[in-house]
């Protein structure tokens, strides 16, 4: 295994996310017990609020155990179609980030943030920077782990849950992983978590005293996992589940905009970080994309194709501001302009070379 690679991953989980979402639309919910799901008889929790769970409402549970510790709970039907809309929504925001994007769920994702497009140092501040955009946008709390791997990553975003963060260094993770229930590591369900019991495998550090041989003669080849994990060494790869299609970068101005001028100058700093991109990953597309979005927040794009790729920054610039000038004259305000890159060459787009940086 190769530990002497350092990479920065986040976990993000959203917290409580259908019945926050249900809260968030509607008001009289607020503050109160909720659970999403069916409440016949055969009904499940999909998901419950906080002030469910304090009163030991968890999801999967039958509605009819939900509703006998919590007489007071509200079951609200589920709405996937919206839960998939937000989602999405929050899926973009870490586009904005990464490319490198590993959903688990509606509301879940790993995200592998080494290199990121914004540039930013520390893995912590992208994090910060994830969770208030989401707030910002959705209205709901997302809590997020950071850690140089996924097994760690999950494990820390449970830990200030709900609404916060925390960081594993790699100073901390063997320690961090000696003191837990092996019931808490992922990927160990009850029954493994009792067979391991009953080889008197209480802990990570209980596992980490075991061999290799030990842990793969009992657990087969979640043996290895196993071993590696109680030493904090997890190598798998955050896997994107598609290729990025696109680039890009976008900006809500301050004040909104009604010069031409004033917004071929905002486009600037757009046009360098989508161009930057490009060259760091030695990709080229074809074709370029302006979005507007006007004060009254309709909100339109523009599109042009070129013959070849784009091969400079100056022809980002160019076939830029030929769009803008394309929505002139304007007769409303514009309150953000967004600069992207798409149509690239098969196989273009590879994993960002993972350099050891700080987290």
Known sequence: MDEGRQRKIIHVDMDAFYASVEQRDNPDLRG?????????????????????RKFGVRSAMPSVTAKRQCPDLIFVKPRFETYKAVSQQIREIFAEHTPIIEPLSLDEAYLDVTENLQGIPLARDVALAIRAKIKQETGLNAS????????????????????????????????????????????????????????GLYTGLDMRNQSLE???????????????ISRGVDNREVRANRIRKSVGAENTFFTDLTEFEAMVTELQPLIDKVWRHCEDKGTRGRTVTLKVKFADFEQITRSRTLIGTIGSRHELAS???????????????VRLLGVSISGFSAGEIDRPEQMPLEL
């Open 32 to 52: 109160k017990p909720v659970a999403v799901g069916g409440s016949r008889e055969r009904g499940v929790v999909a998901a419950a609020s906080y002030e469910a």
């Open 144 to 199: 997020a782990g950071i850690s140089y791997n996924k097994f760690l990553a999950k494990l820390a975003s449970d830990h200030r849950k709900p609404n916060g963060q925390y960081v594993i260094t790699p100073e901390m993770g063997p320690a961090f992983v000696e003191t837990l229930a092996v019931g808490k590591f992922h990927g160990i369900g009850p029954a493994t978590s009792t067979k391991m019991n009953s080889l």
């Open 214 to 228: 030990f842990m793969q003669a009992h657990f087969g080849k979640a043996g290895t996992y196993y071993y590696w």
């Open 319 to 333: 076939a830029s501001t030929e769009l803008l000038k394309t929505i002139f004259p304007t007769e409303k305000a």
